[in-house]
């Protein structure tokens, strides 16, 4: 079972990772957010390749879901921490921080 302490501990460990308030939770980020963690430490959403998302949302889905709307179809994923075990919240934030560090910032409008 994970816990919200290792959630933190993970994310940042992981390379230019810092964290930060984000409305209700606290967001982890590199160039991008790509985890938050919810305020009662229950719950977590990354931000995952849709296909990791729906692989992991049919393998286990008593711990990852789709978060509902268009962020969902995004890939963000809420994961229940007391659901999976340290090693798979390591595999799921390590995929989205890879994933954050990848992407490129949008150019300002000018």
Do not use: C
Not at 23 to 47: E, P, Q
Not at 51 to 73: C, H, I, L
């Amino acid at each position: 079972m994970a816990t919200s302490r290792d959630f933190r501990r993970i994310a940042l460990s992981f390379e230019g990772t810092s964290e930060a308030p984000h409305f209700d939770k606290t967001a982890f980020k590199t160039a991008r957010i790509y985890a938050t963690l919810a305020a009662d430490g229950r719950t977590a959403n990354v931000k995952l390749l849709p296909e990791e998302q729906a692989f992991k949302s049919m393998m286990a889905p008593q711990a990852f879901a789709p978060v509902p709307n268009a962020w969902g179809r995004q890939g963000w994923t809420t994961i229940l921490l007391e659901a999976i075990d340290v090693g798979e919240l390591r595999l799921a934030l390590e995929g989205a921080w890879r994933s954050a560090t990848k992407q490129k910032k949008r150019p300002k409008k000018t």
